[in-house]
């Protein structure tokens, strides 16, 4: 069975939601990595190096944010680790946390927003990404679950929020 990790304090369904970002964000990143190294995944193939570099640090950069909701559910989310120069140790202030991931959480909101408008407006349409019925199953298999990503991570942050200021807050004493 998958261990789920987090602080005491945290809700359940926060620690469940957190743990399942990193994981709805996987299978788009291994699909842009299966272009890239050449897999049929697509109807047109990479365009040079320079493509290739950005499509593998774009699947990178996504996990590596997604891998962040973890922060606002384990301990590194709440005092710096030990190990980080000059900030080790030291409390992190809850709205460095989250702020940014409230601010994601607008910006994934967005993109969601313009790749539904883009489908339903046909935007791009005449080019196609898939050559067929495969391809175009392959891909909607490996990006619908990132339709996930924005409301775990707001909810998460939410949680997050809640319970550091409910900790401060003179009224839970």
């Known amino acids: 069975m998958l261990k789920i990790t987090a602080l005491p304090d945290v809700p359940r369904w926060a620690a469940l939601a957190a743990h399942a970002v990193p994981w709805i964000t996987?299978?788009?990143?291994?699909?842009?990595?299966?272009?890239?190294v050449g897999l049929p995944v697509a109807a047109q193939e990479q365009r040079g190096t320079g493509e290739a570099v950005y499509v593998l640090m774009l699947s990178l950069v996504s996990e590596a944010l997604a891998l962040l909701t973890l922060g606002l559910v384990r301990e590194w989310g709440e005092t710096v680790p030990g190990w980080v120069p000059v900030l080790g140790g030291r409390?992190?202030?809850?709205?460095?946390?989250?702020?940014?991931a409230?601010?994601?959480?607008?910006?994934?909101?967005?993109?969601?927003?313009?790749?539904?408008?883009?489908?339903?407006?046909?935007l791009g349409s005449e080019s196609g990404v898939t050559?067929?019925?495969?391809q175009t199953a392959l891909i909607v298999l490996c990006y619908i679950p990132l339709i996930a990503w924005p409301p775990l991570l707001t909810a998460v942050a939410l949680a997050y929020y809640r319970r550091r200021t409910a900790c401060a807050s003179p009224e839970a004493a």
Do not use: E, N
């Not at 996987?26 to 890239?36: E, Q, T």
């Not at 409390?91 to 940014?100: D, K, R």
């Open 26 to 36: 996987l299978p788009s990143g291994l699909w842009r990595v299966a272009l890239v």
């Open 102 to 122: 409230l601010l994601g959480a607008a910006g994934l909101f967005g993109l969601l927003g313009w790749a539904i408008y883009v489908q339903i407006a046909g």
């Open 91 to 100: 409390q992190v202030p809850t709205m460095a946390a989250v702020a940014p």
């Open 131 to 134: 050559d067929g019925t495969a």
